[in-house]
């Protein structure tokens, strides 16, 4: 295995067209945290890092975009942006570590996402080295923009294996100026979902809710953002609806666990019920899970139309579902073809052994 | 059996449109100045008829176009020579709500306001609002990516779509993405909204309803200039807001929509309309926030709207801002562009520039909060060179949102009207690759084959998995 730093787009993309003229496989690598994330890779003939291309290129922070390159981490980027009191509305794992072509390439969005949007939402354009050394720019510097295809959504989530990310812009929200976290404890899972219920429906505008369940009673965490009269407004509110204790942001730390569910919000209780472990899940029915179960949870998510996907090897189970991508595979195969048709990017890694 | 006949049998009689006198209803959307007589339309009303039409043409290699409620902007609709028109207008039924999950299943057909106006009972609405959103159809703000005034703070149709039931080109059902988020997989999803029917058809649709902020306030503005309306908007941005709606217009586009609507807006060289929605607490800090902005950036009267009635008497000039230009000229053309927000007063200085250069006079309605302009370009067709002027003028401030970092289209599409300016907005290099996404969808370049793109491609043979030669199965030849 040959590890490869390119420091430029251009010498990506021409790392990627000399692996492709000799069959080499390239695993694509930010931090190196989500190495276990999808399927352990057919071959690693070449380790290709991102740590060189870590430059925040542009912070157009009064047009609220930023351009940055993939092997930025997370938090750099952040303290850049916090210059102009700005964001990237994402609270991904490990934001030390984590860069942005990785937390793009894996999709890894946190509570924010309640509010913000997922990634999807925020990315507004990338540049993109595909396997024949050709490098291609998809979508702005513009928030608005129907130009041509949507590139940016393909290749987010889509584990490195269309193309490697060298740089992405996205839209940036304003740093909130006040918030506050509030925790309700709730005696079982039903009334927990019954609360849960109650706050989706009202008019409250949380930046985050999520559910925290295993030994003991659920909580359900709940963050506002805003000025400080509206804040207060909304915690009064909630407070008619259940008892709240004043918490710390730092109940939204995020949970290291052995796979991230997707279920409808309405059914978090009933995918909860029987768990051995422990668990957090969000409002938006996203969550992370550790169990001795996954394969009977599995079962059970899918039989109700969610996902379960592994964020750690278990049992040599598939990492996404042996059904995954559903009536959808062979388009997703024929695309993986038409972007690299020898197969020479993190081989084997994502859905149906793309 | 002829294809026409074929097409008969699997719609019924009513569900064919062939004789010219009818089929000339479908020859153009929106977008009029281009014109294309379809071979036939037919008129689908399930998933099974489209597949089946679809095989069909698939079999024969016949181009179909589909088609909505025919109001885009960019020509998307338009037919293609020897094509078919597939309209979606009789699926319109919606399938399913499901308002503890915050979704909704419907069929193409449906109208966009319409879907709000199922779950409004319960208050709840579907965030992108169109301008056209009374008549336009969600499948055709799929295809088109749609937006609308309340983008800025909620996001475009694409933020909005969970799910997607498609017919592919080659008349096959696959489904995108999942009622639950991030289903395991490509984004399928996320390339197919904004395609603009390259990518096949959409039957059914999963889309996100938003419960009704508690509270609406719309703030108008009159100010001498738009360099001071956009200082404001520059404001409002660093102070860390992020209304709802941002909108500007200059006095031509005022002046025409006191003529049409009797908007009652002040008589101002810019005028900015700001929306702030969520808690009444927030929504009254934040709107004297506002206040306070516009003023100390010379607004010369404010005035802000809280009730349904009046926010509705506010919005009724812009949303009427297109069609109200006909009032001050007989011809007029609608150009959508985006430039980085802060371009602002740049590209207007240019566009008057220009303006008075060729003799036309340009009113601009913008989206001002996400930079997305609406430059409307008048002229009269009766005097010799004002088409080809006006024409020319529209394309150079297109040319100048390119050059300042900007785009073509922030939500009418490109479809047939802008396809010759994707090489100026893109290199060779990315629409080759945005191509090898369409050839994996649509090999045979079927669905709405001339848009888009500047010229048309052949796909070539599917890249497949290695398939050994026979000579090399027989040993006799090898490859190195």
């Known amino acids: ?354 | 059996m002829s294809f026409l006949d074929e097409l008969r049998d699997i719609l019924g009689p009513n569900g064919l449109i062939s004789s010219p006198e009818e089929t000339r209803t479908y020859e153009c959307d929106g977008l009029t100045n281009f014109r294309v007589m379809p071979l036939a339309v037919v008129l689908p009303t399930s998933t099974e008829q489209v597949q089946a039409v679809i095989r069909l043409c698939h079999r024969d290699r016949i181009p179909f176009v589909a088609r909505g409620s025919g109001t885009g902007l960019s020509g998307g609709a338009l037919p293609v020579n020897n094509g078919i028109v597939i309209s979606l207008a009789r699926m319109n039924r919606i399938l399913e709500v499901d308002l503890a999950n915050h979704r909704i299943v419907v069929e193409p057909g449906v109208i966009n306001l319409n879907v709000t106006a199922r779950v409004a009972p319960s208050n709840y609405f579907y965030a992108p609002d169109p301008s056209s959103q009374s008549v336009c159809s969600i499948g055709g703000n799929v295809a088109e990516n749609a937006g609308g005034a309340h983008c800025l703070k909620y996001g475009f149709t694409t933020t909005h779509v969970l799910a997607l039931e498609v017919v592919l080109p080659d008349g096959t059902l696959a489904h995108f993405g999942s009622k639950t988020l991030d289903a395991p997989g490509y984004d399928l999803a996320g390339v197919f909204v904004g395609s603009e029917g390259t990518l096949g058809v959409a039957t059914k649709i999963t889309l996100r309803i938003m419960k009704r902020p508690e509270c609406v306030q719309t703030l108008l503005a009159a100010f001498n200039t738009t360099n001071e309306a956009g200082a404001a908007v520059s404001g409002i941005i660093a102070a860390g807001m992020l209304p709802a709606a941002m909108e500007m217009m200059d006095n031509l586009a005022i002046q025409a929509a006191e003529a049409a609507v009797h908007a009652n807006y002040p008589n101002c060289g810019g005028l900015l309309l700001v929306e702030m929605d969520g808690p009444v607490a927030e929504v009254d800090t934040l709107i004297a926030q506002v206040s306070a902005i516009c003023r100390e950036n010379g607004s010369t009267e404010i005035r802000v709207a809280q009730t349904e009635e009046e926010r509705a008497v506010v919005w009724k000039g812009r949303k009427a801002a297109f069609a109200s230009v006909g009032r001050i000229s007989p011809n007029y053309i609608v150009q959508d562009g985006v430039i980085p927000r802060t371009a602002l007063p740049k590209i207007l200085d240019e566009i008057e520039r220009l303006g008075k250069a060729s003799g036309l006079r340009v009113a601009n309605v913008f989206h001002a909060g996400d930079g997305n302009l609406h430059p409307l370009v008048m002229y009269d067709r009766r005097i010799e060179g004002q088409e080809h002027a006006a024409e020319k003028l529209s394309e150079r401030i297109l040319e100048l949102c390119i050059e300042m970092g900007g785009s073509i289209t922030g939500e009418h599409g490109v479809g047939e009207e802008k396809k010759h300016m994707m090489g100026k907005m893109f290199a060779e290099p990315d629409l080759a690759t945005m191509q090898k996404l369409r050839c994996a969808f649509d090999p045979l370049a079927l669905a709405n084959p001339t848009k888009v793109f500047p010229t048309p491609r052949l796909c070539g043979e599917t890249p497949g998995e290695y398939v050994p030669h026979p000579l090399e199965v027989a040993g006799i030849a090898e490859r190195f």
């Open chain 1, 1 to 354: 295995m040959r590890i490869v730093e390119p420091h430029s787009a251009e010498e990506t993309a021409e790392i990627l067209r000399a692996a492709n003229e000799d069959g080499a496989s390239v695993i694509p690598r930010g931090g190196g945290t989500k190495s276990d994330w999808g399927n352990p890779p057919r071959r690693t003939d070449i380790l290709l890092s991102t740590a060189n291309l870590n430059r925040v290129i542009e912070h157009a922070w009064a047009d609220l975009t930023v351009t940055v390159e993939a092997g930025c981490t997370i938090a750099e980027l952040q303290r850049t942006l916090a210059h102009h009191g700005q964001r990237l509305a994402v609270d991904p794992l490990w934001p030390e570590k984590a860069t942005v072509g990785g937390v793009l390439s894996t999709n890894d969005t946190g509570t924010l996402r309640l509010r913000y949007g997922g990634l999807r939402d925020l990315v507004i354009g990338v540049t993109l080295a595909l396997a024949d050394g050709t490098l291609a720019r998809s979508g702005g510097k513009v928030v608005k923009n129907v130009a041509g295809y949507d590139l940016s959504k393909l290749v987010t989530g889509a584990f490195g294996t269309l193309g490697v990310i060298t740089s992405a812009t996205f839209r940036l929200h304003p740093l909130p100026k006040h918030t506050h976290t509030v925790t309700a404890a709730v005696p079982d899972l039903a009334a927990m979902q019954l609360l849960l219920s109650k706050i989706l429906d009202a008019q409250l505008v949380p930046a985050a809710i999520q559910v925290r369940a295993g030994a003991g009673a659920p909580q359900i965490d709940v963050l506002f953002e805003g000025t400080e009269e509206g804040i207060y407004a909304q915690v009064d509110r909630l407070r008619e609806m259940t008892p709240l204790t004043d918490t710390d942001a730092e109940v939204f730390r995020r949970l290291d666990a052995g796979a991230k569910i997707s279920v409808l919000p309405a059914r978090i209780a009933e995918t909860l019920e029987a768990l051995d472990g422990y668990a957090v899940v969000e409002a938006t029915g996203l969550g992370w899970v550790q169990s001795h179960h996954l394969s009977q949870m599995r079962e059970k998510i899918e039989a109700m139309g969610g996902s379960l996907v592994l964020m750690r090897p278990y049992n040599s189970l598939d990492a996404w579902g042996a059904t995954a991508g559903g009536d959808a595979l062979p388009l997703m195969r024929a695309i993986k073809r038409r972007f690299d048709p020898r197969g020479i990017l993190n081989p084997g890694v994502f859905v149906g052994g793309i």
